[in-house]
């Protein structure tokens, strides 16, 4: 089925969502597209994302990057953003994510979870993301307290990353590159629920630690020797600031060279 085009697609990568995708499209911001990329669900997620008006994406090939990079691929508006289809981000709020991008005062903003009841964050869960923001601090010299899966970014810029990864390393290489190019990156605080359904990834240890050795098999990535800008493909902020709100995220500054970030990796 065909939607008519938006002001900003929402990339769902989707993997056995039923209970959470009613919730979850009922706040996607008026206007906005939900592209739901189902990534082999066996529950009817498709069909039940289909009904509640959302683009449907099919990736066979499994992994959250995949399926991340298949809405990117299928996304046609300027602006796209990505969050969790499982309930525990409310897409509602994206507006103040995607607000910093729009007015043209960031090229990437993460939404920094704060969890909002016990148990929303497995305790390894966040230890493991701790490690995670030390190391690409080291890597970068990005100060990020959060590397969440909720964020926003123009289309074209992130297409021009050229980002490769198709596991759980994806949102990482995102703004490990985006910080080598030189990105204004910054971030925003958002509630963390208790999602809905089971985690696949930091439900158990296991899959916490493939996640993080993923990652950590991105912070070992050499930086580009050509970076890409994300201001080629922004245009002028004055008629896009209307399109949503505008928050006061905590900066965070980037390193001036693709020298810079060698060094802060050693």
Known sequence: METPPSSVDVVLPCLDEAQALPWVLERIPPGWRAIVVDN???????DIARQLGAYVVHEPQRGFGAACHAGLLAATADMVCFCDCDASLDPSLLPLVAGPVLDGTAD????????????AWPVHARVANMELARLVRRRTGLRLHDLGPMRAARREALLALGLTDRRSGYPLQMVVRA????????????????????????????????????????LAEQPAATPVSASASAPAPAAASASAPTPTPTPTPTPASAERARGAAR
């Not at 030189?182 to 925003?188: K, L, M, P, Q, S």
């Open 40 to 46: 082999g669900s066996s529950d009817g997620s498709p």
């Open 108 to 119: 990437l903003v993460l939404g920094r979870r704060r969890p909002t009841a016990r148990g």
């Open 179 to 218: 910080a080598d190019a030189g990105w204004r990156v910054a971030e925003t605080d958002v509630p963390y629920h208790p999602r809905t359904g089971r985690s696949k990834v930091t439900g158990t240890w296991r899959g916490t630690w493939q996640a993080v050795r993923d990652m950590r098999a991105v």
